[in-house]
């Protein structure tokens, strides 16, 4: 089936900076996406998501931004602080579909 | 804290065992979803389960089964355990099941 992945496993950012995730997804009929974060030892947490019908959707310190052209979806972080530091999954869901679909993952690491 | 809950936080058992995990969904909610993260294959989706009712299957193995009971928490029955079934298994809940997905903190399941 079709599947939705990240372009990057890793990425290290000092303190301070800006983060960006991206993720490429695969299936146009897709209507809906969203971003987890997840630290070690505990399940994925909400952090945004957004509507196909949306190019840009901002939260606090987080931005999600969704290229349909390209279909590519990625996740900003403002001023990225040590606690930002976790795995980062993207997942899309298909129009009428219930179940989503996860990428592999981002391993976020802020260096102090 | 999503509210989700899940039951036990931690299970050891052998090969050929049957184990049952527990979960309680966000108050309000009535879909539940059940997922397995494992290193090699991130997280897949198995099954969701809304008001009582299956809804959607995932790859779920045969030897695996699932229930909603009617004060909607729901239990997965892992069953015939095999060493490659050691995985933390995940429960989310939405309020009807095209919305956000909350997870639960997870059960880590070790099979030996």
């Known amino acids: 089936g079709e599947s939705v992945g990240l372009h990057l496993p890793t990425l290290s950012v000092q303190e301070g900076d800006n983060s960006i995730i991206n993720c490429a997804y695969s299936?146009?009929?897709?209507?809906?996406f969203i971003w987890y974060k997840q630290e070690s030892g505990k399940g994925p947490q909400f952090i945004i998501d957004?509507?196909?019908?949306?190019d840009k959707r901002q939260g606090q310190r987080v931005t999600v931004l969704l290229n349909k052209t390209v279909k590519h979806l990625s996740l900003q972080i403002a001023a990225t602080q040590p606690g930002d530091s976790a795995v980062y999954f993207c997942?899309?869901?298909?129009?009428?579909?219930?179940?989503?679909?996860f990428g592999k993952g981002t391993k976020l690491s802020v260096i102090p | 804290d999503s509210g989700v809950t899940q039951t036990p936080k931690h299970l050891i058992t052998a090969t050929g065992q049957r184990v049952t995990l527990r979960c309680s969904p966000r108050?309000?909610?009535?879909?539940v979803y059940w997922y397995q993260q494992s290193l090699d294959q991130g997280l897949q989706f198995l099954i969701q389960?809304?008001?009582?009712?299956?809804?959607a299957k995932g790859n779920i193995l045969e030897r695996f089964s699932a229930q909603q009971f009617p004060d909607l928490h729901s239990e997965l029955n892992l069953s015939s355990l095999e060493l490659g079934d050691s995985a933390l298994y995940f429960c989310?809940?939405?309020?009807?099941?095209?919305?956000?997905?909350?997870f639960g903190p997870g059960t880590r399941l070790l099979v030996l």
């Open positions: 989310a809940s939405s309020v009807e099941g095209v919305e956000t997905q909350y």
């Open positions: 299936n146009s009929a897709s209507d809906y």
């Open positions: 957004i509507r196909s019908n949306m």
């Open positions: 997942a899309e869901r298909g129009a009428g579909s219930y179940q989503l679909t």
């Open positions: 108050s309000g909610d009535l879909s």
């Open positions: 389960y809304y008001n009582g009712e299956e809804r």
